[in-house]
């Protein structure tokens, strides 16, 4: 297959550097590229990352470069560092809808996402989730605008969270199994599946770490079914595909 276009974000020349953790295209094909920005000598940064969203037109032209000090709004770093693990468009808005922790010198790492204008890069709303410790995975949305989100919470592991278009919890679930950490989330239709990495090993039954999905009721959380498979050359999944349902 012939090479379409090639981009390359990394900016080391500028004293700035961005890892990708996580991706998703909007119904235009547009690229967003989710992750964190490595800042050395640059003002704003004191060598710490911070947060950062790269949008990649059809072309393979960076149509948008943003990245975050946390607070939001504070152009200095109050001892953090903050990262994106999960991105995706909202169903409902268009919107590009990311998540994962944010650290400031009050409450430690904090899971928190928002929701970003997908042409400025501008931040519509702004919500922490959980406490310290905790962590905000993956995220997508139903065609009602209402968030889901994955990941790890430092009470309960393996923890999932469904919010309103507000930023308001609805209701949470966490099935503490084994401390895993939740990868990976997909809405559909009424129901939200969600894919957990078994990182402890074993879980009860199994001869080999097993492949295991969760499917939850959206509208109360309600758990539906867990199906898991486990084979001698199996190992963890951390996403679903495709990714765009």
Known sequence: ???????????????????????????????????EVEGYNVAGFGGLSKEGVIKIDTSGNMSLTKYWVYPHDDENDNGGTSKLYGCSINKNNGNLMVCGIATTAVSGSSPHYMELNPTTGAIVLDKYIADGGSVAWKIDTDTSGNVYICGYHSNNPDAVWKLNSSGTTQWSRSFKSNGSIMQDIKVKGSYVYVLPTNSDGLLSGFVYRPLTVYKLNTSNGAHAWTTSN????????????????
Do not use: M
């Open 230 to 245: 486990a084979h001698a050359d199996s190992s963890e999944a951390k996403n679903f595909y495709p990714r765009r349902l």
């Open 1 to 35: 297959t012939a090479l379409a276009w090639k981009t390359v974000t990394n900016t080391t020349g500028g004293g700035i550097d961005f890892r990708v953790y996580h991706s998703t295209v909007d119904s235009s094909d547009n690229l967003y590229l989710a992750g």
